[in-house]
């Protein structure tokens, strides 16, 4: 079976997303596909990197761990845990998860805590507004959004009233959020090489 076999108007399940073999990197939003793009370019995968090795120290021997991509991170409906009715699967650049019960063979499996996505030219439209609201309906409590393009970095925190964004920043702040408490992620450090 080819990608190009499948009727890209149909809904799909996680159970239907078990079953494929492409090639494709695939991710399912409301059970609609979406195909990730090829390869992420060296700078993407770069920043991941950067990220990553700042969030391994601070992480050591603690509750919460990060994942980075590929890594599917499930996001049931109204906590039904069943592979044929959860419709919404992702893979972030990196996620941060503080519940280890979340955690299984497969990934994870309800809203972790943290979810890092990097932009990549051509995907800004799927990262900004559908995964946006998959995240926010799900409990994401914060959802970072890093452009290597432009340098910057966007914040949005979970509230009762949904989402709330921080200033855009850039060269010469520092990211710090209650979730970690004392973690500093300088974002001189995040683009310095790019």
Known sequence: MQLSDLDLSKTYSYADYLQWTFEDRLELIKGKIFKMTPAPASKHQYISWIIASELYPYLKGKKCKAYPAPFDVRLPR????????????????????????????RGCTGAPDIVVEI????NNQKELRNKYEVYEEAGVKEYWIVSP?????????LTADGYQPSKLM????????????????SLDTVFADN
């Open 78 to 105: 109204k906590g039904d845990h069943d592979d044929r009715k959860v419709f919404t699967v992702v893979q972030p650049d990196i996620c941060v998860v503080c519940d280890p019960n979340k955690i299984d063979t």
């Open 119 to 122: 932009l990549s030219p051509g």
């Open 149 to 157: 393009q432009d340098k910057t970095f966007l914040k949005y925190t």
């Open 170 to 185: 850039t060269m010469g702040d520092t990211i710090t959020t209650p979730i970690l408490p004392g973690f500093e992620l």
